[in-house]
């Protein structure tokens, strides 16, 4: 049984950083291929954030937050981390982990995410 759950959102004002966690639980790790971060703000759409290889550990984030944003993982702990920097009033979002299988699909695309964890509410006040 495979389970990732987030943890570590909260109020935070403009300019400050946050880090995310995302524990899994389950053989994830030994057929994972892409960890990922997303988030949905209030009537929009799931956006992609960020996303991490497992075997490569290459990101890939989106412009709206590169540069701010850092993925990283603890293999032994199994957890992976979102780190959150520079932080803007946009940000404000329910922030989801995701694991993907072997794919040929891009990491932004959140449909191809096989799991999903039950998401982490970001709040950035200015």
């Known amino acids: 049984q495979v389970q990732l759950v987030e943890s570590g959102g909260g109020l935070v004002q403009v300019g400050g950083s946050l880090r995310l966690s995302c524990a899994f639980s389950?053989?994830?790790?030994?057929?994972?291929?892409?960890m990922a971060w997303f988030r949905q703000a209030p009537g929009k759409e799931r956006e992609f954030v960020t996303a991490s290889h497992w075997n490569t550990e290459n990101s890939y984030s989106s412009e709206a937050v590169k540069g701010r944003c850092t993925i990283s993982r603890d293999s032994a702990k199994k957890i992976v981390y979102l780190q959150m920097n520079t932080l803007k009033p946009e940000a404000t979002a329910v922030y989801y982990c995701?694991?993907?299988?072997?794919?040929?699909?891009?990491?932004?695309?959140?449909?191809?995410?096989?799991?999903w964890g039950q998401g982490t509410q970001v709040t950035v006040s200015s």
């Open positions: 995701a694991a993907q299988s072997p794919t040929s699909a891009p990491p932004y695309q959140h449909y191809s995410y096989n799991y």
């Open positions: 389950g053989p994830l790790d030994l057929y994972i291929y892409r």
